[in-house]
């Protein structure tokens, strides 16, 4: 069965800084991955999502992430964060013979930004 | 423009009733979801649908039921056979090959 791991629980980060987030998963072959974002109380928005192709993915709002086979990981990265980037950050896994219809979530990372 | 709306945004339950949790998408996707979030567990999945008349157990399915009787709306009900309904529910739907969008997410409280 798919899984995904997201280490880290709570990061604070200082406002211009680098963010990275850590996302591991366990999947047989490669899989659909994916990026989410959620601020309290909402729903979750897409950030980027890799598929196939170019391991180097860019999204919205500055992000990127880089899929890394032998790492199983696909970290998200910013290289200067903005206090609107404060939400709850989440990696999530699909199953290529499901397309993405059926995903698993990690657990999470809440990110804080101080001035 | 296109969507998918949840409601109501909040919602109590007493013990042993029924509530049914609403989820309407103009988006013309095939596939919808329900899931549940907890702090601290991420998303689970409980039930999903990919065409009309048609639906999926996921991984938390006890308790919840479903229906899909037109594209557009995907229905949760909440039975009193949930022990601990007490989360945050999201609908998403998704159409082959795009990633899943997200509704806004109906809080569920227990009176």
């Known amino acids: 069965a798919q899984s995904v791991t997201q280490p880290d629980i709570h990061i604070t980060v200082s406002e211009g800084a680098s963010l990275e987030l850590r996302c591991n998963y366990s999947?047989?072959?490669?899989?659909?991955l994916f990026w989410y974002v959620q601020s309290p109380g909402q729903g979750l928005q897409l950030l980027l999502k890799y598929f196939s192709g170019d391991t180097l993915v860019q999204g919205i709002k500055g992000f990127e992430a880089e899929f890394k086979r032998s790492q199983s990981s696909f970290n998200l990265r910013k290289p200067s964060v903005h206090w609107s980037d404060a939400a709850e950050y989440f990696c999530a896994v699909g199953d290529t013979n499901f397309g993405n219809e059926k995903l698993t979530f990690g657990t999470g990372t809440r990110l804080t930004i101080i001035p | 423009d296109g969507g998918i709306t949840q409601s109501p945004k909040y919602l109590f339950r007493k013990e042993g009733q029924n509530v049914t949790l609403s989820c309407e998408q103009n988006l013309n996707h095939d596939a919808m979801y329900w899931y549940r979030q907890d702090p601290g567990q991420g998303l689970r999945l409980i039930y999903y649908?990919?065409?009309?008349?048609?639906?999926q157990k996921g991984d938390i399915a006890e308790g919840y039921s479903v229906s899909r009787e037109k594209k557009e709306s995907f229905p949760l009900t909440v039975t009193s056979a949930q022990k601990n309904p007490t989360a945050f529910y999201l609908c998403a739907s998704s159409t082959r090959g795009r990633p899943q969008h997200f509704g806004d997410g109906t809080r569920l409280s227990i009176l």
């Open positions: 999947y047989g072959a490669t899989p659909y």
């Open positions: 649908s990919q065409i009309v008349n048609d639906f």
